[in-house]
């Protein structure tokens, strides 16, 4: 019984690999990027938080939401 889908044997994964690959570096860099941005505005509003050991600014982002 022969296969409807392409599988491994579809001559577009390596060009879709390499396109997945970069699609995952550039959201990696917008995490961190996003990351450093909220570090810096937890820092404006409560920079005590981050002073607390194990909370990071995505914590403290939270806990600032939710009081």
Request: charged share 15%.
């Amino acid at each position: 019984m022969e296969g409807t889908g392409r599988g491994i044997r579809d001559s577009n994964l390596p060009l879709r690999s390499r396109q997945v690959a970069k699609q995952i570096l550039t959201l990696q860099e917008q995490m961190a990027k996003n990351h450093s941005e909220l570090e810096i505005l937890v820092q404006q509003v409560q920079p005590a938080l981050l002073n607390i050991y194990g909370i990071g600014p995505v914590l403290a982002a939270i806990i600032l939401t939710a009081w």
